[in-house]
């Protein structure tokens, strides 16, 4: 015979969702002077402009005119080296094109890539909450600081890192909006009853003929194995010690915003082809805020280091402080290889200081076809 527990139980709904408040009401924020919009989560505060510098920064210094743009290509010998690798590492062709074709030109393509990178710190804040185990409670014990207030260690410049701080005296005391202060909550898998329908008699207590369902012996129902048969689970919102502590956090974010120019050039290699390889550095320029580079023979870099350096400053300023910038011209050579292979003419490139191959038109992509 059933007591009564356990005959409301044999009704309750099952998989109800008992989850409970997903987010704490706003009741439970405080109103924090200088704060005032701050939400919870997804930075909900939004960025925040930084304040204007007490003093105006120092002007951008233009960079020395440098004295070489050109590299020489490279030699025969090492395209050479270069396509026999190249070939090698496709299992399936052959090697005689790269090993028996003859060279019959070598032409150099100096192709530039111009690089600007604005290093900024960003911030916004929102409110967020933790189990309570007795960390330090200081609201309203001191006006909170502003947000570009707060001293925060910056990591090395042009590394991309976020950091979450406590903003100083936001922190309180509250009960867990999830389970109402109780540190448990209805169990999700048996809607808080301790037992489910058996899975192995479908809740009607026999098997097959008259016999009992040795499973559940014969109750139609059996403990639930989420909870236990406690028909509760302690509260992950505050890990059963019913109470939060509830903050303002200030996540500050640094990025290093790159943008690459890249000069499009007459060999008939992708441009795309250059995204994976390193050039020849020939200028590097680092300071607060970057002058257009001035005196550059090509002038299409020259207009995108104008173009760049005004858009990037623009830019970024409106919602983030600009620590450091950073801009850069490699030279990344480019050689068109034309060869003879069984009476018929071909190319191939050698580019990048890695020395890679491009060659889409390679004449022997399957070793069979070679006699």
């Known amino acids: 015979m059933y007591n009564n527990q356990e005959a409301n139980a044999m009704f309750a709904p099952q998989g109800s969702n008992f989850q409970g408040p997903s987010a704490p009401p706003s009741s439970m924020f405080d109103n924090v002077p200088g704060y005032e919009g701050t939400g919870m989560g997804g930075g909900a505060g939004g960025y925040l402009p930084p304040p204007t510098p007490a003093y ?186 019913r109470q939060l502590l509830v903050y303002i956090k200030l996540i500050v974010k640094w990025t290093n915003n790159k943008e690459d120019f890249v000069v499009e050039q007459s060999s008939g290699l992708k441009v795309e082809n250059l995204s994976s390889v390193s050039g020849k550095e020939l200028f590097r320029d680092t300071q607060y805020l970057v002058y257009p580079v001035m005196g550059f023979p090509d002038p299409a870099v020259a207009q995108a280091t104008e173009r760049l350096v005004r858009d990037h400053q623009a830019k970024y300023s409106q919602s983030s402080r600009i620590l450091q910038q950073r801009q850069t011209i490699e030279l990344i050579p480019i050689t068109k290889v034309s060869y003879k292979w069984k009476g018929n003419t071909h190319t191939y490139f050698v580019f990048g200081n890695e020395f890679q191959v491009s060659a889409d038109e390679y004449p022997a992509t399957c070793c069979c076809t070679v006699m």
């Open 56 to 241: 105006p920064p120092p002007a951008p210094a233009p960079a020395p005119t440098q004295p070489e743009w050109n590299i020489p290509s490279i030699s025969e010998d090492t395209a050479r080296e270069a396509f026999g690798l190249f070939a090698s590492n496709h299992c399936c062709w052959s090697k005689a094109p790269a090993k028996d074709g003859v060279t019959t030109s070598m032409d150099a393509f100096n192709t530039y890539r111009y690089r600007l990178e604005t290093f900024t710190e960003s911030r916004s804040t929102e409110w967020d909450h933790e189990e309570y185990n007795g960390q330090p409670v200081d609201a309203y014990t001191q006006p909170a600081p502003g947000p570009w207030d707060i001293h925060v260690q910056a990591p090395g410049h042009f590394e991309d890192h976020t950091e979450h701080v406590k903003v100083p005296y936001t922190s309180s005391v509250k009960d867990c909006h999830a389970c109402m202060g109780m540190g448990k909550k209805p169990c999700t898998e048996c809607a808080g009853a301790g037992n489910k329908v058996c899975w192995v008699c479908s809740g009607a207590g026999v098997r097959t003929g008259d016999d009992q369902c040795t499973h559940c012996n014969g109750r139609g129902r059996e403990n639930c194995s989420h909870c236990q048969g406690h028909g509760s689970q302690q509260c992950d919102s505050c890990n059963g010690k």
